[in-house]
């Protein structure tokens, strides 16, 4: 088959990596693999991967005309069988732009933790979590559950010793890392916890915190940092900034700590996980607690109350942890046994094969009326412009469908259904 992968975003972040392994595993398979996507650091990884890409113009408001006449331009030079957008901007792009004028079919990926309401019910959609997938399954015809994929022969541990070395740290120094965008939204507590609770743990263990990343409240992280490590007297927390390859801190780690997608890497590394989320809430990958991350994602939000004791808390699950080598090999192997028998990106690059077929066999059968695509044109121009004047008055805008509210709304959608 003949693919154009479109990952909404180049920034570092869990959706556009998984764009861009699959389109790696599918070019492997004997697919014609294009990434249209927006210029951005990723842009690298692609070019590492040896992936044909073509850049997208860069946005002002979603759906964008001139994205999706460029989109066109791509997908009609590409000959191309189908287009798939990961996350709400890019599907409805591929549905207003190549589905309408040239008849290939559009398919979406939404591994964000709700899905827009506009996305339209006929549009072939694969979600992260049980818990979405049985919602959606109520009002919707085509949709599959696609886990967040892992590469585990990208991502696998190598020289922790050496990684170590890499970042300046010394052998014997116990690594907790955190590969995180610095970001306000559903980010920002669990970072300032983990540092909170790094700076009062370098007082007892030889431990240091690496968070690798970039974003909008680096300064405040920075100046976090600073405090954590003068008030320990050492290097409790250390800042690499962007990475383009993250693989030295994963492998480096003794200790993970995360969510979603970087979650799910720090596992293949071999290393135990404690998983990060929204107020307070903190907890240790084991077998006990497995089955609630794959009912409702690698996330979760504290009991009422929780959020008073975060660093506490984390420092609480950590201790053991930093004491007990023999337990953190448990859980490592544990993790990495977890990510080798459900997110193997093989498996993953099969599901979407028949996906795409079932796509282009159904757009064959039953060409969409274009008078279908009025109703979520209308309602995601309103929802964009909602957001410009929120924008212009100064509020906050945010990802609505990845926010702590959209996740509560979904829970409460999952449970009633």
């Known amino acids: 088959m003949r693919i ?6 180049m920034e570092f972040g869990g959706s556009q990596r998984n764009a861009i392994d699959i389109a790696t595993a599918l ?23 040896g992936l044909r890409y073509e850049l997208a113009p860069l946005p002002r408001i979603r759906p964008s005309f001139a994205v999706m006449k460029r989109l066109c331009a791509v997908v009609e030079a590409a000959d191309a069988d189908v287009v798939h957008g990961f996350e709400w901007p890019t599907a409805l792009e591929a549905l207003f732009g190549p589905d309408r004028k040239l008849g290939v079919p559009a398919v979406c990926t939404v591994m964000s ?5 506009f996305l339209p019910s006929w549009l072939p959609l694969t979600v992260g979590t049980e818990s979405i997938l049985r919602t959606e399954r109520a009002h919707r015809a085509e949709v599959i559950l696609l886990e ?5 022969e990208h991502d696998r541990p190598v020289d922790q010793i050496a990684a170590k070395r890499r970042l300046g740290i010394a052998p014997e120094t116990l690594v907790v890392s955190l590969v995180t965008r610095l970001a306000k939204e559903l980010k920002r507590e669990g970072i300032l916890t983990a540092i909170e609770a790094a700076g009062a743990l370098a007082r007892e263990f030889p431990v240091t915190l690496v968070i690798a990343g970039d974003g909008p409240i680096r300064a405040e992280v920075e100046a976090a940092a600073l405090r954590a490590n003068t008030a320990a007297g050492t290097q409790a927390v250390l800042l690499t900034g962007t990475l383009v390859d993250p693989r030295p801190v994963y492998d480096a780690a003794d200790i993970a700590l995360g969510m979603g997608g970087s979650a799910l ?16 809430f903190w907890r240790v990958l ?14 979760g939000i504290g009991a009422p109350g929780e959020e008073r004791d975060g660093a506490a808390r984390l420092g609480r699950l950590l201790r053991p942890l930093l004491e007990d080598a023999d337990h953190r090999d448990e859980l490592g192997s544990f993790s990495r046994a977890t990510v080798e028998s459900r997110y193997g990106l093989p498996a993953a690059a099969e599901l979407l094969e028949d996906f795409y077929l079932r796509a282009v066999a159904r757009s064959k059968a039953s060409p969409r009326a274009p008078s279908r695509l009025l109703a979520p044109y209308l309602s995601v121009t309103g929802y964009e412009m909602r957001r410009k004047v929120r924008r212009r008055l100064g509020g906050v805008v945010s990802d609505d469908f990845n926010s702590l509210a959209s996740i509560q709304l979904q829970s409460e959608r999952s449970v009633s259904r």
Not at 4 to 9: A, E, L, N, T
Not at 27 to 41: A, D, K, N, Q, Y
Not at 265 to 280: C, D, N, W, Y
């Open 113 to 117: 933790m709700s899905v827009a309401p």
């Open 286 to 299: 084991e077998p006990d607690s497995l089955s609630g991350f794959t009912e409702n994602g690698w996330f």
């Open 148 to 152: 967040p994929p892992v590469d585990t």
């Open 27 to 49: 070019r492997e398979r004997g697919h014609e693999l294009t990434v249209f996507c927006p210029p951005g650091p990723l842009v690298e990884l692609v070019t590492e991967r």
């Open 265 to 280: 890497r720090s596992m293949a590394f071999t290393k135990p996980l404690i998983v990060q989320g929204e107020q307070g």
């Open 4 to 9: 154009v992968i479109y990952p909404h975003s």
